[in-house]
T-cell receptor
């Protein structure tokens, strides 16, 4: 079946450091890929997405490129801020006859220290 | 408006109580979802409604009973829960997707944090 594997956390960085969170997937075909972010005490917010190979999703300084050769969708940011502290989930989408199922990775907790 | 609204934000209930969680969206989405999220874990899909009909039940115990009274509302009725059911319950919605569609996404509410005593 389809699955998503994320790098294990937690990840702790200093402000302005470079961030990479690795994500790889196993799937039939080429599913759409997503990064969702969950701030403390909140639900999930879509951070960025990519729907086909070589697409680059970007938002709020975060980027991720859909690499079908390596089945990866790694999240990067050049200079993190304290406000980026959150849990990040990589996910792929399976279509379910008009609806959809999101298959999530285990999540990576990110803490940014000032 | 891309908002999914869930009420209440917090709920404490005993194992003999009956309570309901509510979810509302006004984006015209015809697919709605309930997820359960335990601490430090990803969300787990519980139910999917498609055009107000239950299309997916991920083997959820019958003490959880979903209901979709109209295209904007989704309820989750709770009865005789166990302490291990304590979790964050998330509602989500998405547009109906034609075969091969790639552009729609799932929008999540802020969740109801449930504690079962």
């Amino acid at each position: 079946g389809n699955s998503v594997t994320q790098m294990e956390g937690p990840v702790t960085l200093s402000e302005e450091a470079f961030l990479t969170i690795n994500c790889t997937y196993t799937a039939t075909g080429y599913p759409s890929l997503f990064w969702y972010v969950q701030y403390p005490g909140e639900g999930l917010q879509l951070l960025l997405k990519a729907t086909k190979a070589d697409d680059k999703g970007s938002n709020k300084g975060f980027e991720a490129t859909y690499r079908k050769e390596t089945t990866s969708f790694h999240l990067e940011k050049g200079s993190v801020q304290v406000s980026d502290s959150a849990v990040y989930f990589c996910a792929l989408r399976q279509s379910l006859q008009g609806a959809q199922k999101l298959v999530f990775g285990q999540g990576t907790r990110l803490t940014i220290n000032p | 408006d891309t908002e999914v609204t869930q009420t209440p934000k917090h709920l404490v209930m005993g194992m003999t109580n009956k309570k309901s969680l509510k979810c509302e969206q006004h984006m015209g989405h015809r697919a709605m979802y309930w997820y359960k999220q335990k601490a430090k874990k990803p969300p787990e899909l519980m139910f999917v409604y498609s055009y107000e009909k239950l299309s997916i039940n991920e083997s959820v115990p019958s003490r959880f009973s979903p209901e979709c009274p109209n295209s904007s509302l989704l309820n989750l009725h709770l009865h005789a829960l166990q302490p291990e059911d304590s979790a964050l319950y998330l509602c989500a919605s998405s547009p109906w997707e034609r075969a091969g569609g790639t552009k729609n996404i799932q929008y999540f509410g802020a969740g109801t944090r449930l504690s079962v005593l």
